[in-house]
């Protein structure tokens, strides 16, 4: 069934068109980016904002692809409101947040892990693009300064994080921590093991009676 | 047609057999100017409406597609990217001026592989049967001059579950949008024709053809007496343009 744009499909078009060229522009200047996401080739994730309604689904590969209609099934996919997006992109952890927070999530979770694991790696080497511009020398100086202003504010907003994190981990536990989490999903792939395993052993028993 | 031996040329009633002629006068006359017209036009929101249909034509790696009035090869291109090397697209124009632009400009980008030219009338297509999992005409089945002819040739020539897809100019949804559409199509239209294309005449009849083309619920009821089903249409930019979707019976 073909999930059909709430918008004029022109104008979806239009904006997914503009976030897709500037998504791919970035990682042109990403090049582990692009050789992981290279491997997701042809797997999709499917974002569904419910409020606003607005649908994607991004296609991976080297040059992600972001579409309106997609008629497959998609690799997995995403479900909430543009607060619980927020939010979850803001969380130092988006992992965690995804878990913690109102986003549904179905299908392949290990890619979802891949791909979250894939985001985090990203880093953007300002002095290419800028250099094309400006010239190598300036561009090395203004992708020195630049790539120094992101390690600042990604410092000083880990930092703050950190400590929020710590006092809402472990003073409040209001939040389960990583290696909590990490448990949970250990137990949950033992779990969908042995349920694999009993489905598998009840079809044979089924066949066997059968015969 | 509106009656025996008799059809549209924009608001002229003509011959049956002189429309064919009249159009191609037309299309050789903006032929080499037809792309920047485009974007001139639609102030580049052609481009949008064209993205949309390759996202609905579901196409895949080593699918076969036949663009109809393909013209200067904007949706071809794209779907030659999709379908790969092992797959199959011919542009097929039935104006020999349209044709070698779009070759030439598919060319130049480099694109050969799969990538087929045909000079052919869409009513009377040139194609064994049930050879294609998607047929497009973007901006063409209202120059057709018999076009439930057309449609049903399209049905033809596709694959059992192929699908059809039609990109045109409709009727805007909203009575306010319409008039400011008329006022432009009209007034501004026929103008830029005559600046860019330097043919005034033509542009008229771009929209006068418009302005006679069925409707989305007109097209979406011919594509269902051809034989299509599962016919739907998705209107764009308020009405002003509507792709129609209809699959062949299994």
């Keep these: ?19 897709e060229e500037a998504i791919n522009r970035a990682l042109h200047y990403s090049p582990q980016t692009l050789s992981s996401l290279a491997e997701l080739e042809g797997q ?3 974002a569904i904002v419910t409020e606003p309604p607005f649908v994607v689904t991004i296609v991976l590969g080297e040059t992600p692809e972001l579409r309106a209609v997609y008629e497959d099934k998609p690799n997995a996919s995403i479900e909430g409101t543009l ?31 891949n791909l979250q694991g894939v985001l985090s790696q990203l880093d953007i080497d300002w002095e290419a693009p800028i250099a094309a511009v400006v010239g190598d020398v300036a561009g090395h100086q203004i992708g020195k300064a630049l790539r120094g202003l992101f390690a600042w504010g990604k410092h000083s907003r880990s930092s703050l994080e950190r400590q929020l994190s710590e006092f809402i981990l472990e003073e409040a536990r209001l939040s389960p921590s990583k290696l909590e989490l990490e448990d949970f999903y250990r137990d949950i792939r033992k779990l969908q093991q042995s349920i694999d395993r009993a489905e598998a052993k009840a079809k044979r028993i089924l066949r066997q009676r059968a015969n | 047609m509106s009656e025996q031996g008799k059809t549209h040329f924009g608001y002229q009633e003509v011959d049956v057999d002189e429309k064919a002629g009249l159009v191609a006068g037309v299309f050789h006359s903006v032929a080499s100017r037809y792309d920047l017209m485009n974007d001139l036009m639609s102030g580049g929101i052609h481009r949008l409406w064209k993205r949309f249909t390759i996202e609905l034509s579901g196409i895949r790696k080593g699918h076969s597609v036949l663009d109809i009035a393909g013209g200067t090869g904007d949706l071809a291109g794209k779907f030659a990217d999709i379908v790969g090397p092992e797959g199959r697209v011919v542009l097929a124009d039935i104006n020999e001026s349209m044709l070698n632009v779009g070759r030439d400009k598919l060319l130049d980008k480099g694109k050969v592989n799969p990538l087929s030219y045909a000079q052919a009338d869409a009513q009377y297509l040139p194609f064994a049967d049930n050879s294609f999992d998607c047929v497009t005409i973007a901006f063409g ?13 399209m049905l033809r020539v596709l694959k ?13 949804t909203n009575d306010l949008l319409s008039k400011a559409y008329d006022a432009y199509s009209f007034n501004v239209l026929p103008k830029l024709g005559q600046m860019i294309a330097g043919d005034s005449n033509s ?11 069925p409707d989305q619920e007109t097209l979406k009821e011919m594509m269902l007496n051809a034989g299509f089903e599962q016919c739907e249409f998705f209107n764009m930019t308020g009405g002003i343009v509507a792709l129609h979707r209809g699959l062949k019976p299994w």
């Design chain 1, 83 to 113: 607060r619980e997006y927020l939010a979850a992109a803001a969380a130092e952890d988006p992992a965690v947040a995804l878990i913690n927070g109102n986003l549904k999530i179905r299908g392949d979770s290990r890619l979802m892990q």
């Design chain 1, 44 to 46: 999709s994730v499917q």
């Design chain 2, 141 to 153: 089945l209202r120059n057709v001059t018999d076009k439930d002819l057309a449609l049903r040739s």
């Design chain 2, 160 to 172: 059992p579950g192929g699908r059809l897809l039609v990109l045109e100019f409709s009727k805007p």
């Design chain 1, 1 to 19: 069934m073909v999930e059909l744009p709430k918008l004029d499909p022109a104008l979806h078009v239009a904006l997914l068109g503009a976030a």
């Design chain 2, 203 to 213: 542009y008229q009849y771009l929209a006068e053809s418009i302005r006679m083309h």
